[in-house]
């Protein structure tokens, strides 16, 4: 039964899993606090500073976009130690997509403020996607992508 | 074993440029496919290479999901596009890979007037029953 209601849920919102590994299905709703979770933790990695978390966190082989440019993860490791994040805001409405087995991308919206060294504070509004793989049992943020939000599109979840 | 740690971009140093190489030339192929598919207003071919659960995150900010993007086709005209010869895969899972490149493009929408959008982008693809197909593609605009 549960599974059933998963399943239509699932469909509601627009995910998909390959119908081969629908006996894997994980519960959509709680994979996707579990994956805001872990996006989270880095925000606050980012805000603190906290580089060697960073490092735990990221998989060798990440990639970040952002701001116009692509970092891989020794990049963004550097980065951190010229930004300063004052605070951020996700907003409500995230949503998680799961194309796979092992792969489910989230979606959010987040107003971050805060500055480049040597550079002004700013405030930005994106529409972020957040890709998750998981390997050995352990889900992996592998691709972060930021689009700058408009008014007429905030962005906010799916 | 060798060839699923290749794919995986784990190890076999042998191994791993081959696979890999091939599968960005495979994908990169779809996607620019995919960009004749919106130049010609192919809206079936589009259909067929795009999950159902795909979502489209363009520069300005519009987002659009499958039948969103296939409606959207009919008021866009592509006038121009370069990709960039530098672009690069990553395979994530076994089932997921991504498309990294620079993409500049002109097109109008609704016969307004034409506009250039210089942009990074992903393009993310899930292997499903044996065939790749586009879930997630996104761009961020280059300063």
Redesign the interface.
Known sequence: MTTRRSLVLAGLL???V?P?RAQDKPDVAALREQIMALEKESWEYLRTRDRAAMRRFLPD?A?L??????YDKDEMLAHMANYRLDRYEIGPTYGL?V??P??A?L?YRVTSRGATRFDRTATDKV?A?S?Y???NGRWRA??Y??????A??P?EGQ | MAAASAWLGASTAVAQPIDIMKLRDELMALEKGSWDFMRDHNIEAMRSFLGDDSLWIFSDGNRYNKRQALEMMKDFRLLSLSIEPGYAVRMLTVDVATLLYRVTYTGTFKGGKPETVKALSSSIYVRRDGKWLSVLYQETPLK
Request: hydrophobic residues 45%; positive net charge; aromatic residues 2%.
């Open positions: 627009g995910l998909a390959p081969a082989d990639v976009i952002f701001s116009g440019q692509r997509r194309i796979g092992d792969a991308v979606i529409l996607t890709l793989v998981r390997r592998v691709l992508q930021e689009t700058p939000s408009t007429a599109n962005g």
